[in-house]
């Protein structure tokens, strides 16, 4: 059973560690990357202690490729035509 259910708004976006975090009480943070959220995954792990979270979020946020950025729209370049 898991320590407690946490939404993924809730959770903070770590770029040092490539992960959301949340606060664990054991004063560590429980964590879980974007590629674990696209799998499906929804338990957060605390990498010093037993605990877990349950990570609610909704999947079809996370589907798609594996870009570490958004996606931005294309710039439209001058085409020089002869």
Do not use: H
């Amino acid at each position: 059973m898991s320590y407690d259910d946490v939404e993924i708004e809730d959770m903070e976006w770590n770029e040092e560690l490539q992960a959301y975090t949340y606060p664990c009480p054991c004063g560590d943070l429980f964590q879980i990357t974007k590629d674990d959220l696209r799998l499906g995954e929804d338990i957060a792990r605390c990498p010093s202690c037993s605990l877990y979270i349950t990570v609610i979020y909704n999947a079809e946020d996370f589907a798609g490729g594996t870009s570490k950025k958004p996606l931005e729209p294309s710039k439209q370049q001058p085409v020089a035509v002869a």
